[in-house]
């Protein structure tokens, strides 16, 4: 019998997932898991002259919503403000965007189906 795999392996998978889904797509990951007072910043990518903020979600099913809409605005203000401690810590003159990656697996054929979420804006959320 296979082990149920918990949140957090759940979460990590998910993450493995998207950053190689990202690599795939031309950009290159340069943090993981980035932790903050505020919280934690899942995966931190860079393309051409702009550091991308990511936050990923994975669902099995959407019994409890969608892996987009399990994004909620208080995860959203915390991903903010850990992005700006980044850019403040890194001293970076950079453009930046906020993206998802929301990811659905399919249980019975085990493959995932990704959605990417370019650019979301987070001013609106202040």
């Not at 950079?94 to 085990?110: H, P």
């Not at 493959?111 to 202040?126: A, M, S």
Request: charged share 30%.
């Amino acid at each position: 019998m296979m082990k149920k795999q918990s949140n957090t392996e759940k979460g990590k998978k998910g993450e493995e997932v998207a950053a190689e889904f990202l690599r795939k797509q031309g950009i290159e990951i340069i943090e993981e898991n980035y932790h903050t007072k505020f919280g934690e910043i899942d995966l931190i990518g860079f393309d051409k002259s702009t550091i991308i903020f990511i936050e990923v979600k994975l669902r099995n099913n959407d019994n409890f919503g969608t892996p987009a809409e399990a994004v909620t605005q208080t995860k959203l203000k915390r991903l903010y403000k850990s992005a700006l401690l980044y850019i403040s810590e890194h001293e970076s003159n950079y453009d930046y965007r906020f993206d998802v990656i929301a990811i659905r697996k399919d249980t019975i054929s085990r493959c995932y189906h990704l959605e990417w979420f370019k650019n979301q804006n987070l001013i609106d959320l202040f």
